[in-house]
C-alpha cells in the first residue's frame, strides 16, 4: 500500500490535474484533436493515434510518409507462411515477451525469477537480472531506455536497457492482501508506466490499475473502473491519454488523467485474459478465458462514438496473450494447453478476422486429454517492429522461446511464395531455379540446368521421362511425340525394335509361369521377347528339328539367326543341353543330365548318359558304378531285362529278366538248379537242392538213398532209382 504522504501528494496532482482541465477545457472542446495531429477529431479517421496520413485516411499513422496511412500501406506480410526459426528450451515457464523498438533484441520474463534480453537474430542471451521472483509481465519502453518487469512479489522494477541495472530500484505496488501483479505496459511516450493488479485467487483487496513515473518510480495515479476486483493486463492508447483494462468479465476504456471511465465494455468473456490497443487506435482486442464450454477473442473497432466487437473467435481453449502488427493490419493471439487449439498462435486479419496463419510447439495426443495432456499454453506473444517475426514465450510442459519467421521466399529466388498483394507468386516455393508456370502443369518455364523444365511451357502436359510438361494421352509419363505407343500406357519405347515394348509385364502363376505377357523380357535382343519359364532365356528358337521333339504345348516361334534361346521354355531350372539329348545341362535342378557333353538316353538312375542296351539305366563309368542299393549305374549293361546285382554275384534282381537271381540278398554262383544261390561243393548246385553241398562230385540222389547219381563221382548209386541197392561189387548188374 501507499504511505499517507503519497496519497496526499496524489490528491494535491490530481487536483492541479482538474484545474488546468478546467482552463483548456473549452480550447480543447474548440479545437477537438485529442491526439494533437493537426486534424479534428471529427475528420480523423484515427483518433486516438497521432498520424499525418491524408490520402486515403486522415490522421492516421503513416510511417513512410507517402500519405497512405500504415493500415493500407501496410508491411504485415498478406500470407506470413511463420517459420520456426529458433527455439530456446527451458525447464522454467516463460510468461512474456516484447520486442525492443529496434527489433533486434527481445525481453523476456519466466518463472525462476529472471528477465533476460535476447539477440533475436542470434538467439543469444545478452544479459539477465535477477528479479527475485516469477516475472509475470515485461515491457520495453517505446524511447528504447528501459525495460520493465510486472514481479509476483507485489513489486514492479524498471531497468536500463544497455545494463539491466536498476533505475529506481524495487517499486512496490501493493495494494492489500490476496493480490497479484500480472502486466506491464508503457506509455507512448515512455513517461508512465501502467501495472495491471489482479488477485492471486478469488480473495483478497481488489486489485487496480497503478501508473507509475518513469522519471523517479513514484506513482502518478491508479484506476479501478466500477469498483473491479481484479485486472489481468492493460494496453495504453497510441496517443498514451486512455488505457484498455482487461478484467473479470468486462473491460474498461479509461481516462489516464481524470481516471475517468470513458467506455465500458461488458459482454467479454468470465476473465480478459489479455488485451492489446492497436498502432492506429482504431482497435481493442480482447482474449478470452474458459466460459465453461468454450472462450473467444473478441475483436472491437472505433466507429466513432462507441467500440463495437466487429467480430469474434470462439476457441476449445482459453486464450493468454494477444499482440498487434505494427501496421495494425493483423494481430497474433496464443493459446492454452488443451484441446484442438491448444498450444496454437494464430494470426487474423483485423478487420475481417480471417485467419491467415498459424503457428503451434509441440501437441502430443492433439492436445485432447484435458488436464493431463502434455501441451504447452503460449502465455507470451511478441511482434517485431518490421513484421517479419513474431516470438512466443512458452510454459507448462512446453517450457522456452519460440523464434518465428515469416518465410515468404523459401528458396530465395525473389518470388513470394504467397500473394503479398501482387498477384504474384512463386508456383515452386521450394525450387530456387523455377518460379513460372505459364500452362500450370507443374513444370517450370525455365530451361535447363533448372530443376525440370518445361519443353512444352505453353501447353499443359503431364510428360515426365522423356521430357517434362508436353502431351501424354496414355498417361505413361513419355510425350506422345516421343512415345513408340502413344495410346498404350504399358509401353513407350521398343529399344531392339521387334515390335514388343521395352516394358515387361505378366501375371504370375502358381507354378511360376508368366502369363499374359506384355512387353519385350530382351528389349536388347530383336529374335526374343517372351520368358515364360521367366530363367532369363527366351522362348524362341532356331532349329527346325526341334519340332520331332518340342512338346506341342511349349511355347515360341521359329527365328533365323535367335539368339539366348530356352530349350526347355517351360522349365525355369533348364535352358542349354550341349549334347542335344534333351535333358538340361544345369545342375541345379530336379532333372540335370549326368552327362551333359555326352548324348544319351538313361532315364532312371540318372538322366542323359549312355544306356547301351536301352533300359533306362545308364552304363557304367568310372565316376558312375554300378551299386548293390540299385541307384547307380546298369550292373548289366548290354542286357536290357537286368540292370541291378544287389548281393553283387552276377546274376540280376529282376525276377522277370534274364537268369534272375533265385537268392538276390545273398551272393552264390549257383546256376544249374538255381540262379545266384550259395553253392559251397562249387558243383553248380545251390546247397539248399544239393543233397551233398560238400560234395562237388555229387548233386542228384534219385532214389534218395544218399547215394550220388553221377557214376563218375565218389560214392556213385550203382542203382540210382532203387533205394535198396547203390553197389554191384562183381558187376553183373546185381545188387
Given at each position: 500500500?501507499?504511505?499517507?504522504?503519497?496519497?496526499?501528494?496524489?490528491?494535491?496532482?490530481?487536483?492541479?490535474?482538474?484545474?488546468?482541465?478546467?482552463?483548456?477545457?473549452?480550447?480543447?472542446?474548440?479545437?477537438?484533436?485529442?491526439?494533437?495531429?493537426?486534424?479534428?477529431?471529427?475528420?480523423?479517421?484515427?483518433?486516438?493515434?497521432?498520424?499525418?496520413?491524408?490520402?486515403?485516411?486522415?490522421?492516421?499513422?503513416?510511417?513512410?510518409?507517402?500519405?497512405?496511412?500504415?493500415?493500407?500501406?501496410?508491411?504485415?506480410?498478406?500470407?506470413?507462411?511463420?517459420?520456426?526459426?529458433?527455439?530456446?528450451?527451458?525447464?522454467?515457464?516463460?510468461?512474456?515477451?516484447?520486442?525492443?523498438?529496434?527489433?533486434?533484441?527481445?525481453?523476456?520474463?519466466?518463472?525462476?525469477?529472471?528477465?533476460?534480453?535476447?539477440?533475436?537474430?542470434?538467439?543469444?542471451?545478452?544479459?539477465?537480472?535477477?528479479?527475485?521472483?516469477?516475472?509475470?509481465?515485461?515491457?520495453?519502453?517505446?524511447?528504447?531506455?528501459?525495460?520493465?518487469?510486472?514481479?509476483?512479489?507485489?513489486?514492479?522494477?524498471?531497468?536500463?536497457?544497455?545494463?539491466?541495472?536498476?533505475?529506481?530500484?524495487?517499486?512496490?505496488?501493493?495494494?492489500?492482501?490476496?493480490?497479484?501483479?500480472?502486466?506491464?505496459?508503457?506509455?507512448?511516450?515512455?513517461?508512465?508506466?501502467?501495472?495491471?493488479?489482479?488477485?492471486?485467487?478469488?480473495?483478497?483487496?481488489?486489485?487496480?490499475?497503478?501508473?507509475?513515473?518513469?522519471?523517479?518510480?513514484?506513482?502518478?495515479?491508479?484506476?479501478?473502473?466500477?469498483?473491479?476486483?481484479?485486472?489481468?493486463?492493460?494496453?495504453?492508447?497510441?496517443?498514451?491519454?486512455?488505457?484498455?483494462?482487461?478484467?473479470?468479465?468486462?473491460?474498461?476504456?479509461?481516462?489516464?488523467?481524470?481516471?475517468?471511465?470513458?467506455?465500458?465494455?461488458?459482454?467479454?468473456?468470465?476473465?480478459?485474459?489479455?488485451?492489446?490497443?492497436?498502432?492506429?487506435?482504431?482497435?481493442?482486442?480482447?482474449?478470452?478465458?474458459?466460459?465453461?464450454?468454450?472462450?473467444?477473442?473478441?475483436?472491437?473497432?472505433?466507429?466513432?462514438?462507441?467500440?463495437?466487437?466487429?467480430?469474434?473467435?470462439?476457441?476449445?481453449?482459453?486464450?493468454?496473450?494477444?499482440?498487434?502488427?505494427?501496421?495494425?493490419?493483423?494481430?497474433?493471439?496464443?493459446?492454452?494447453?488443451?484441446?484442438?487449439?491448444?498450444?496454437?498462435?494464430?494470426?487474423?486479419?483485423?478487420?475481417?478476422?480471417?485467419?491467415?496463419?498459424?503457428?503451434?510447439?509441440?501437441?502430443?495426443?492433439?492436445?485432447?486429454?484435458?488436464?493431463?495432456?502434455?501441451?504447452?499454453?503460449?502465455?507470451?506473444?511478441?511482434?517485431?517492429?518490421?513484421?517479419?517475426?513474431?516470438?512466443?514465450?512458452?510454459?507448462?510442459?512446453?517450457?522456452?522461446?519460440?523464434?518465428?519467421?515469416?518465410?515468404?521466399?523459401?528458396?530465395?529466388?525473389?518470388?513470394?511464395?504467397?500473394?503479398?498483394?501482387?498477384?504474384?507468386?512463386?508456383?515452386?516455393?521450394?525450387?530456387?531455379?523455377?518460379?513460372?508456370?505459364s500452362d500450370g502443369d507443374g513444370y517450370g518455364d525455365n530451361p535447363a540446368p533448372a530443376l525440370q523444365p518445361d519443353e512444352c511451357p505453353s501447353v499443359f502436359g503431364n510428360s515426365t521421362e522423356d521430357r517434362y510438361g508436353c502431351l501424354d494421352a496414355d498417361g505413361d509419363g513419355w510425350s506422345d511425340l516421343n512415345d513408340w505407343a502413344p495410346a498404350n500406357k504399358e509401353q513407350w519405347v521398343d529399344a531392339d525394335n521387334d515390335g514388343y515394348g521395352d516394358n515387361y509385364l505378366f501375371d504370375l502363376a502358381t507354378n511360376l509361369l508368366h502369363l499374359n505377357q506384355r512387353g519385350d523380357a530382351f528389349p536388347d535382343d530383336a529374335t526374343q521377347w517372351n520368358d515364360t519359364d521367366?530363367?532369363?532365356?527366351?522362348?524362341?528358337?532356331?532349329?527346325?528339328?526341334?519340332?520331332?521333339?518340342?512338346?506341342?504345348?511349349?511355347?515360341?516361334?521359329?527365328?533365323?539367326?535367335?539368339?539366348?534361346?530356352?530349350?526347355?521354355?517351360?522349365?525355369?531350372?533348364?535352358?542349354?543341353?550341349?549334347?542335344?539329348?534333351?535333358?538340361?545341362?544345369?545342375?541345379?535342378?530336379?532333372?540335370?543330365?549326368?552327362?551333359?557333353?555326352?548324348?544319351?538316353?538313361?532315364?532312371?538312375?540318372?538322366?542323359?548318359?549312355?544306356?547301351?542296351?536301352?533300359?533306362?539305366?545308364?552304363?557304367?563309368?568310372?565316376?558312375?558304378?554300378?551299386?548293390?542299393?540299385?541307384?547307380?549305374?546298369?550292373?548289366?549293361?548290354?542286357?536290357?531285362?537286368?540292370?541291378?546285382?544287389?548281393?553283387?554275384?552276377?546274376?540280376?534282381?529282376?525276377p522277370e529278366g534274364n537268369n534272375p537271381d533265385d537268392c538276390p540278398n545273398q551272393a552264390g554262383p549257383s546256376n544249374q538248379n538255381e540262379f545266384g544261390c550259395p553253392d559251397r561243393d562249387g558243383d553248380g548246385w545251390s546247397n539248399s537242392g544239393d543233397p551233398f553241398p560238400d560234395d562237388g562230385t555229387q548233386w542228384i540222389d534219385t532214389d534218395g538213398d544218399n547215394y550220388g547219381d553221377n557214376q563218375s563221382g565218389n560214392n556213385p548209386d550203382a542203382f540210382p532209382n532203387d533205394a535198396s541197392q547203390w553197389r554191384d561189387q562183381d558187376g553183373d548188374g546185381y545188387g
Open positions: 500500500m501507499a504511505s499517507d504522504s503519497t496519497q496526499a501528494s496524489r490528491r494535491g496532482l490530481t487536483l492541479v490535474a482538474l484545474m488546468v482541465l478546467v482552463v483548456f477545457l473549452p480550447f480543447a472542446t474548440n479545437a477537438a484533436d485529442s491526439d494533437g495531429d493537426g486534424v479534428e477529431d471529427s475528420l480523423d479517421d484515427c483518433p486516438w493515434s497521432s498520424g499525418t496520413s491524408t490520402v486515403d485516411r486522415d490522421g492516421c499513422p503513416d510511417r513512410d510518409n507517402d500519405g497512405t496511412s500504415d493500415f493500407n500501406d501496410g508491411w504485415a506480410i498478406g500470407n506470413p507462411n511463420f517459420q520456426n526459426e529458433f527455439t530456446t528450451t527451458s525447464s522454467s515457464d516463460y510468461y512474456a515477451v516484447d520486442f525492443s523498438p529496434d527489433g533486434e533484441m527481445i525481453v523476456t520474463g519466466s518463472e525462476d525469477g529472471f528477465l533476460r534480453i535476447w539477440n533475436v537474430s542470434t538467439h543469444i542471451n545478452l544479459r539477465s537480472a535477477n528479479a527475485g521472483s516469477d516475472v509475470n509481465g515485461v515491457a520495453w519502453s517505446p524511447d528504447g531506455q528501459y525495460v520493465a518487469a510486472a514481479i509476483n512479489d507485489d513489486t514492479i522494477n524498471m531497468y536500463y536497457a544497455s545494463n539491466l541495472t536498476s533505475v529506481h530500484g524495487v517499486i512496490s505496488v501493493d495494494v492489500g492482501g490476496g493480490d497479484q501483479v500480472n502486466s506491464i505496459d508503457f506509455s507512448p511516450d515512455s513517461s508512465l508506466m501502467a501495472v495491471a493488479i489482479g488477485r492471486s485467487g478469488n480473495g483478497g483487496t481488489n486489485g487496480e490499475i497503478t501508473l507509475i513515473n518513469t522519471a523517479d518510480g513514484t506513482e502518478f495515479g491508479n484506476l479501478n473502473p466500477n469498483g473491479e476486483d481484479r485486472f489481468y493486463d492493460v494496453a495504453f492508447s497510441p496517443d498514451g491519454r486512455h488505457v484498455a483494462a482487461a478484467a473479470n468479465g468486462d473491460f474498461f476504456v479509461v481516462n489516464v488523467t481524470t481516471s475517468a471511465t470513458a467506455w465500458s465494455i461488458s459482454d467479454p468473456s468470465d476473465a480478459v485474459n489479455a488485451i492489446a490497443w492497436s498502432p492506429d487506435g482504431n482497435y481493442i482486442i480482447m482474449c478470452g478465458g474458459w466460459e465453461g464450454s468454450s472462450a473467444s477473442v473478441d475483436m472491437y473497432q472505433f466507429t466513432g462514438s462507441s467500440w463495437t466487437r466487429i467480430w469474434q473467435k470462439t476457441t476449445s481453449t482459453s486464450c493468454a496473450s494477444v499482440d498487434f502488427s505494427s501496421d495494425s493490419t493483423q494481430v497474433a493471439v496464443g493459446m492454452y494447453w488443451y484441446q484442438t487449439d491448444g498450444n496454437t498462435a494464430y494470426v487474423y486479419q483485423v478487420d475481417t478476422g480471417n485467419q491467415v496463419d498459424s503457428v503451434s510447439g509441440p501437441r502430443p495426443g492433439s492436445c485432447s486429454s484435458g488436464n493431463n495432456n502434455n501441451c504447452g499454453t503460449i502465455y507470451g506473444v511478441s511482434w517485431s517492429p518490421d513484421n517479419t517475426r513474431i516470438v512466443t514465450a512458452h510454459g507448462r510442459n512446453d517450457e522456452g522461446v519460440y523464434y518465428w519467421f515469416a518465410d515468404i521466399d523459401e528458396d530465395n529466388d525473389g518470388y513470394n511464395t504467397t500473394d503479398q498483394g501482387d498477384g504474384i507468386v512463386d508456383a515452386f516455393p521450394s525450387d530456387g531455379t523455377q518460379w513460372d508456370d521367366g530363367d532369363s532365356y527366351g522362348d524362341n528358337y532356331e532349329d527346325a528339328s526341334w519340332n520331332s521333339y518340342r512338346a506341342p504345348e511349349w511355347p515360341g516361334l521359329i527365328i533365323v539367326g535367335a539368339q539366348n534361346i530356352d530349350v526347355f521354355p517351360l522349365d525355369r531350372t533348364q535352358w542349354r543341353d550341349t549334347d542335344g539329348d534333351w535333358v538340361g545341362d544345369e545342375q541345379m535342378s530336379d532333372r540335370p543330365d549326368g552327362c551333359p557333353t555326352i548324348y544319351g538316353n538313361s532315364t532312371y538312375d540318372r538322366l542323359g548318359c549312355v544306356d547301351t542296351d536301352g533300359d533306362g539305366y545308364s552304363d557304367p563309368d568310372a565316376n558312375w558304378p554300378a551299386t548293390t542299393d540299385c541307384y547307380g549305374a546298369d550292373a548289366f549293361p548290354n542286357d536290357a531285362t537286368q540292370w541291378c546285382d544287389e548281393d553283387n554275384d552276377g546274376f540280376g534282381s529282376n
